[in-house]
């Protein structure tokens, strides 16, 4: 069983539990991950990634002398994550479509680092490759055609070229991923290589680079070898100079198993393919070109690590079935290419084998079997198996075989995991159909064959004020306000002072926004609802930090997320005191220092509208009895007929001031973005404070600038909190 464990990531370790030994990774306890995210799930360990990556780029400053990059290979698995890994490690990203292109556009990955594959791409693949790759490696002479009307269009975007050769040669691997053959469907033959490189030269094309890729998972390296000689044949016949880059692929394999140990050695790899090069530049008189690398599996595979929970454990013949919640769907490798994979229990992992196993998933398929014959020890239903070496070709060309769920991914540094993928939900099943004929009685919640699917939320907060995000394609048709009131209850439902749907498409701002309070009706806009919205869009990966719009029914902002998402500012538009726009009944006025005469007490209030209504008390003390006794009165007032939010607001000084909040249709809040606003706006107005105004609430602080218009803008912290999946069953009582 040790042995095994030399498959797993450079941080795992067993570790002492009050229940037994447990395996663990970058210091997280796996079984707590399982609880916590379910199965199967897959997480990522960055000091490995980061060992694997250091070890590459050793090699090549030990070995070439010329200048070297490395790019990844994203076909092995890309998610925005681990785009942003890369690009903060200076690496290069390999995308083969649109779709990966878009991953690292909202990665941010700059577009030099941006390299262009594919065999056959589409008009879409090559005009969006034009648009945002740095570079775009041509497979045949008819994509070359199509590039160079692109080309005299786009002159000063186009990306560089590197032409991809088909050296005609055979790695030892599955003959599925072998690609340098000559019957291989990629690249070019020398021949045709020359030709590509005339009709260049002719068009004035920037080609700049010669690319073979022999294929993947090999280990004898004697093929790359006879591969360069032919490439740098080629290079002399060209005449390239020393702007050239020559990339021999990627391609090195890893050991899966405990009985192909040891890892196949990134040092010895690079070391050949630099020793080869350069002894055949000075065989041909080359200048060194830029040795480019494009490693995928070597990179990542071992920093991944699948997990799975055992349903059931059974008997067929002579086999022992060990049933697992994920397989092929998640991993089609031993499927497609009799992959040979290990596997340890994570509770009690040194336990004596006690025969062979077959792990084999839930799908309705014989060939659904991870793992064949693998000596495990006796497992008991529930526990959760580990399976190493996962980190490469599993995801990336996972599916939805039997409506499976693609799983959560998560990223494991130094003992902390932040999930880079979420599960898919039953939703995500079918977001792309569209039914053909509407179904009866639509729209009714507790139909027969009616019921919502259940939903995934997340719930966030931004200084103790808590709203619920949600996507509308989970909850199509939207919430009803019971539905609404049932999901925020904090007894029944998951608690919450609103919920914030969207993002919905919007043809005037980046997103829009519905915002819901939790007694069911919609409003019109929230500073911390925004805030807080803001954030789920960049957690899901549609936002960068620069600023994007956010369309409400109280007017639009601008939003911008700083800080790793942690604070937001969010621009809320004009704060006016206009008796009309608030409103407030009576004659056309600014609402300014008036009086009210409401639970036996006359109060001075100005009233402002930041796309909703507020009423700022003025007070020389505020407490939380006054706001709870006081507020709800105050919303209710006649004089405003769209009931208000109301502040208690006492000045401390001209740059700070303090409120207690009553919100409207939530009640005692701890803090409001929007009331924040309303408040210091007040008290500028009033001359009573400078521009910029930090407001403290009793859930913490907001700060907010004013500009002489009456722009404000607010900047204040968002955290997390939990996301889940809502159950509707209660919502549906059994007939
Ligand atoms: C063009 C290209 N480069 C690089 C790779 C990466 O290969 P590997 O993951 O085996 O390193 C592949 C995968 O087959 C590929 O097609």
Not at 414 to 433: A, C, M
Not at 498 to 506: A, K
Request: net charge negative; glycine share 10%; with cysteine.
């Amino acid at each position: 069983m040790t042995r095994r464990l030399a498959l797993f990531p450079d941080t795992t370790q067993i570790k002492m539990s009050p229940t037994g030994e447990l395996l663990t990774i970058a210091g997280c306890d796996l079984t707590t991950l399982a609880d916590r995210y379910g199965t199967p799930l897959y997480v990522y360990d960055r000091a490995t990634l980061d060992v694997q990556l250091a070890t590459y780029r050793a090699a090549l400053s030990a070995c070439y002398s010329g200048e070297t990059e490395i790019t990844y290979a994203g076909k092995a698995f890309l998610c925005t994550g681990i785009a942003q890994w890369a690009e903060q490690n200076g690496l290069w990203v390999d995308c083969t479509s649109v779709g990966e292109l878009k991953t690292t556009e909202v990665a941010g990955v700059h577009r030099e680092h941006v390299v262009v594959h594919g065999v056959n791409k589409s008009p879409i693949d090559l005009v969006t490759a034009v648009n945002q790759a740095g570079t775009l490696v041509v497979d045949n002479l008819t994509e070359l055609e199509q590039l160079v009307p692109l080309w005299q269009q786009e002159k000063p975007f186009f990306p560089i070229l590197w032409l991809r050769l088909r050296p005609g040669l055979t790695v030892d691997t599955h003959t599925y991923i072998q690609t340098g053959q000559d019957e291989s469907k990629f690249g070019m033959n020398g021949e045709e290589i020359l030709h590509a490189a005339r009709l260049c030269q002719e068009h004035h094309l920037p080609l700049k680079g010669l690319h073979f890729h022999l294929g993947s998972h090999f280990r004898d390296l004697t093929p790359v070898g006879s591969a360069l000689e032919k490439a740098l044949n080629l290079l002399t016949e060209v005449g390239a100079d020393n702007d050239w880059t020559l990339c021999p692929g990627g391609g090195l394999g890893v050991s899966y198993h405990e009985d192909d140990l040891p890892q196949p050695e990134i040092e010895s790899y690079v070391r050949y393919i630099a020793e080869n090069l350069v002894t055949g530049c000075q065989q041909r008189g080359l200048l060194f070109p830029r040795l480019h690398l494009e490693p995928g599996r070597s990179l990542v595979a071992r920093a991944g690590v699948a997990l799975y929970r055992v349903g059931a454990v059974k008997r067929s013949g002579n086999r022992r079935w060990v049933l697992l919640d994920g397989g092929m769907a998640d991993n089609p490798r031993p499927a497609l290419y009799g992959a040979r994979y290990s596997a340890l229990p994570v509770w009690q992992p040194r336990r004596a084998a006690a025969g062979p196993a077959w792990l084999a998933g839930p799908y309705c398929e014989s060939g659904d079997i991870l793992i064949e014959g693998l000596p495990l020890p006796q497992i008991q239903p529930g526990e959760i198996i580990a399976v190493p070496v996962s980190g490469a070709y599993q995801l990336s060309m996972s599916s939805n075989y039997n409506g499976a769920r693609r799983p959560a991914v998560l990223w494991l540094e130094d003992g902390e995991s932040h999930l880079i993928q979420v599960r898919e939900t039953p939703q995500d099943v079918v977001r792309r159909d569209r039914r053909l004929w509407p179904i009866e009685q639509e729209g009714k919640p507790g139909a027969v064959g009616q019921q919502m699917p259940n939903f995934r939320f997340v719930k966030y907060h931004a200084l103790g004020n808590d709203y619920l995000a949600l996507n509308p394609s989970d909850v199509p048709g939207g919430l009803t306000p019971t539905q609404i009131r049932l999901v925020c209850d904090r007894h029944y439902g998951v608690g919450s002072d609103g919920i914030l749907l969207g993002p919905f498409e919007d043809t005037e701002c980046d997103f829009r926004l519905r915002l819901f309070n939790p007694d069911g009706t919609e409003f019109e806009k929230s500073g911390n609802g925004l805030r807080i919205f803001s954030r789920y869009l960049w957690d899901e990966g549609r936002v960068q930090e620069k600023p994007f719009t956010i369309g409400t029914p109280g007017g639009r902002v601008i939003s911008s997320v700083h800080r790793g998402g942690r604070q937001v500012t969010v621009e809320m538009g004009v704060v006016s005191f206009d008796s009309r726009k608030i409103p407030v009944i009576g004659p056309l006025r600014e609402v300014l220092n008036e009086t009210l005469l409401i639970g036996g007490q006359e109060l001075r209030y100005c009233a402002a509208t930041v796309g909703n209504p507020h009423c700022v008390v003025l007070c020389d003390e505020t407490t939380a009895q006054d706001a709870q006794r006081l507020g709800p009165l105050i919303e209710k007032d006649t004089r405003f007929p769209k009931r208000t939010n109301v502040q208690f607001m006492k000045v401390l000084d001209r740059r700070n001031i303090q409120i207690e909040i009553w919100e409207r249709g939530t009640g005692y809040t701890l803090a409001s973005g929007s009331s924040s606003c309303a408040a210091a706006a007040v008290a500028y107005r009033l001359q009573l404070c400078d521009a910029h105004i930090a407001v403290h609430m009793p859930g913490g602080q907001i700060d907010i600038s004013i500009s002489e218009d009456f722009t404000v803008s607010m900047t204040g912290s968002v955290s997390k909190v939990c996301e889940g999946v809502f159950f509707w069953e209660h919502l549906y009582p059994s007939p």
